[in-house]
């Protein structure tokens, strides 16, 4: 039987066990048309199982793969492969990033639009004017061999090349980009000859590019027509905008697109993240002055709005912020509570009390059209060279946002928030409004409808039921693999300390459990140890709880140190400190599950040994997040009464993906072998009714998981490790 079609894009020898029988799956899928979900552990060689038989599709269909991740270090896999796969089967691939991180003068995407309209009608002006002078030296020979006719057109097309002479300084005089006007007047076939001899990346592209003053990501757009392969970020797809933008530079329509999402279980964050609008007080008092030096009919409709809106945000927050709150307030946005149960939200209701107008729908629409008249002149100030950088309208933000925030506010799925933070300038507070979308798929549906097919990847993508329901997935083929490497390299323990609800962590019995477990997983490491906490101020304190063991001073009843002790939070460089675990030989870095180096982080071989879980990593249980829930009772109740979607899809199904991202940072390849650890009596059988996480676990992984008892993990490990003889001379001693 000869090999299917689609080998001839594997790059290596041979597939991993799982890898050949998963390529054929996802190729049978999208033949016929269905979108695929495709969980597989570390070492499963996802990426290639789904993107070989996608670009053998795409090959036989004229279709283009666009491959997405939101974590860099899997971006950097993509062009790995990539470029594996160009030294077996010729593909033309382009790695595509936004404009921001591409742009040799540092300007934002307005200024960047008004320079290149502007460059672009300063270069077809040019031209017009090399096509007259071309036809007046036509025409002043005709003329000298005594054609009268030829004398008078002559005439007539040396007055043009005086306007256009005219047009020519007084656009050369504007804004316009350098490295743009290069890339239109020079021969640039030689970059895309360069860009498709391999795969290359966006940094790449920028320094050909910066060394020839061309501006490479205009390059890049013109090079994706009709490509094999793009690489990009989640934003190019799940932003409506940006992807109607980015089908037409490819030159596809959707149905001629097959997307392959990476780490797929984050795709739900992205796409609510994307669909959430936004307005600060920052933006509302910068539209009064616009609005306030206008002498424009309009504006006295755009200031009834924009005031009353104002006022009414004004108001809210501080109604809403008690007895002291206000000194509190830090520097990171925190919402304050204006939801009703019974009626609109408190930011609605007191804007309609302040707003004095003619009718909001009518003004918010003329406060729409003055917005847009200031930005249009803005737009002409820059292009023109009155400005130096290019000015948005404050106005148009703030009424196309009150207007959205009228029209949808009380739509299903959309919750109305109020935001406060302090201005580290000022010492000011100021607030926010925003439109926060609970059901993500109103952002994914549409996606995956109109493109021919995707695949959704993650190591952590079950339940598929719940997976498909969230983001709108209609027809699914679903796949699964565990982890292909031996189960003698891993063991997994499900420990039985005190579980950790909030109202327990103060609590010093539990505290002194946890940190005794802590203590003894660390000196049984034979090498580096990954703790996860719920959140960055516990493992504060436990790291502050185990400091006595660090610079060689021994801990009280211990024999002896704990070796080197690191603290990640949310200020900390995460790659400085990622380096100097990987780096040490026993060090322990004590972290949360929801910082970034929980998943799409690789811990290879010794640079982690054990991975902690400290606790259930349940989400900050917010207003917000309890509109999540209550959406999604909504959304997927069955009708029996008997489920609970909103805790499941909300809370207990992301939350236990985080636990299983956080394991596995270790065992990451056939040789690797390690310790996981899950400290809480949730994980373990004990009944605890709807908070028993352990059943949410797929099945292989949970019989895996071995009960014990905090104090005899010690031993547990001892045994485990001794097997591996992975102890650097005698191992410590119980």
């Keep these: 039987m000869s090999d299917p079609a689609y080998l001839r894009f594997f790059p290596y020898e041979e597939p991993y066990p799982n890898q050949r029988e998963a390529m054929d799956r996802v190729a049978n899928a999208l033949s016929r048309g269905q979108d695929v979900l495709f969980e597989g ?27 997405t991740t939101n974590v860099h270090q899997q971006m ?76 008078e057109a002559r005439e007539v097309v040396m007055e043009e090349l005086d306007d256009l002479d005219e047009e020519i300084a007084e656009i050369d005089s504007a804004n316009v980009c350098d490295h743009y006007y290069n890339n239109l007047t020079r021969d640039t076939d030689a970059f895309f000859e360069w860009l498709f001899e391999d795969v290359r990346t966006p940094e790449d592209v920028y320094e050909y590019a910066e060394e020839r003053d061309l501006c490479g990501y205009e390059l890049l757009k013109e090079g994706m027509e009709g490509v094999d392969l793009v690489v990009c970020n989640y934003h190019h797809l799940l932003d409506p905008t940006i992807r109607e933008q980015f089908f037409r530079w490819i030159d596809r329509d959707p149905s001629e697109i097959i997307t392959v999402f990476d780490e797929a279980h984050n795709v739900e964050d992205a796409a609510r993240e994307h669909a959430t609008r936004t307005l600060t007080e920052n933006t509302l008092e910068s539209a009064l002055e616009e609005i306030d030096g206008s002498d424009d009919s309009r504006a006295e409709a755009a200031e009834n709005v924009v005031s009353a809106f104002h006022e009414a945000l004004v108001e809210t927050y501080d109604s809403a912020l008690g007895f002291g709150e206000r000194e509190s307030v830090g520097d990171r946005w925190e919402d304050v509570s204006i939801a009703n149960e019974d009626r609109r939200d408190d930011l609605t209701l007191a804007f309609l009390d302040r707003y004095a107008g003619r009718g909001i729908d009518v003004e918010a629409e003329l406060a729409v059209q003055l917005g847009r008249a200031f930005d249009e002149e803005y737009d002409r100030q ?135 477990l802590l203590r003894d997983a660390i000196r049984f490491t034979p ?61 322990t870095l004590f972290t949360s599950l929801w910082g970034t180096l929980a998943e799409g982080v690789s811990f290879d071989d010794d640079a982690a040994r054990t991975v902690i879980v400290v606790g259930v990593p349940y989400p900050h249980l917010s207003d917000r997040m309890e509109a999540v829930q209550a959406a999604y009772d909504r959304a997927f109740a069955d009708g029996s009464g008997t489920r609970d979607p909103g ?64 104090e005899k993990v010690k031993f547990g490990m001892l045994n485990f490790f001794t097997d591996h003889d992975a102890y650097d001379g005698d191992p410590p001693s119980p």
Excluded at 540 to 555: A, T
Excluded at 653 to 675: E, M, N
Aim: charge should be negative; aromatic fraction near 8%; charged fraction near 30%.
């Design 76 to 151: 950097r896999q993509f062009v790995e492969d990539a470029r594996a796969i160009t030294r077996t089967e010729a593909i033309r691939a382009v790695v595509f990033k936004g404009k921001s991180s591409m742009c040799h003068i540092d300007v934002d995407y307005q200024e960047c639009q008004t320079l290149r309209d502007t460059t672009r009608s300063l270069v077809e002006t040019e031209a017009d004017k090399g096509e007259l002078e071309r036809r007046q030296r036509e025409l002043l020979a005709e003329s000298r061999d005594g054609d009268a006719a030829a004398a």
């Design 647 to 710: 805790w499941t899809y909300a809370v207990e199904v992301p939350t236990v993906r985080k636990t299983r991202q956080a394991l596995g940072r270790v065992i990451r390849g056939p040789d690797d072998f390690g310790a996981r650890i899950l400290a809480d009596r949730r994980y373990t059988g004990a009944d605890m009714g709807k908070y028993s996480v352990r059943d949410r676990f797929p099945p292989e992984e949970r019989s895996e998981l071995i009960d014990i008892a905090p």
């Design 527 to 587: 090498g580096n140890t990954l703790v996860f906490f719920p959140s960055y101020a516990e493992a504060e304190r436990y790291y502050e709880r185990l400091q006595s063991g660090i610079d060689g001073r021994p801990e009280p009843d211990r024999s002896g140190p704990l070796g080197t002790l690191l603290l990640d939070g949310s200020s900390v460089e995460t790659e400085t400190l990622r380096r100097r675990l990987v780096d040490g030989d026993d060090c």
């Design 382 to 516: 820059y292009r023109e060279g009155e400005t130096t950088s290019r000015k948005e309208s404050g106005t148009l933000q703030a009424a196309q946002f009150i207007a959205t925030w009228m029209e949808e506010g009380a739509e299903f799925g959309q919750y109305p928030v109020v935001s406060v933070r302090r201005n580290e300038a000022t010492d000011e507070v100021y607030g926010r409004a925003e439109l926060y979308t609970c059901i993500p798929r109103t952002v994914t549906s549409e996606l995956f409808e109109e493109v021919a097919a995707s695949v959704l990847m993650s190591a952590t993508l079950r339940p598929f039921d719940v997976t498909a329901d969230v983001l709108g997935l209609e027809d699914v083929a679903s796949l699964a693999y565990e982890l292909a490497y031996p189960a003698s390299n891993r063991v997994t323990y499900a420990v039985d300390t005190p579980p950790l609800f909030a109202s327990d962590r103060s609590d010093p019995e539990v505290q002194g459990t946890v940190g005794e």
């Design 41 to 67: 552990a570390p070492g499963t060689g996802k990426t290639l199982s789904a993107l070989v038989p996608a670009l053998e599709h795409a090959r036989e269909h004229d279709r283009t793969v666009v491959i």
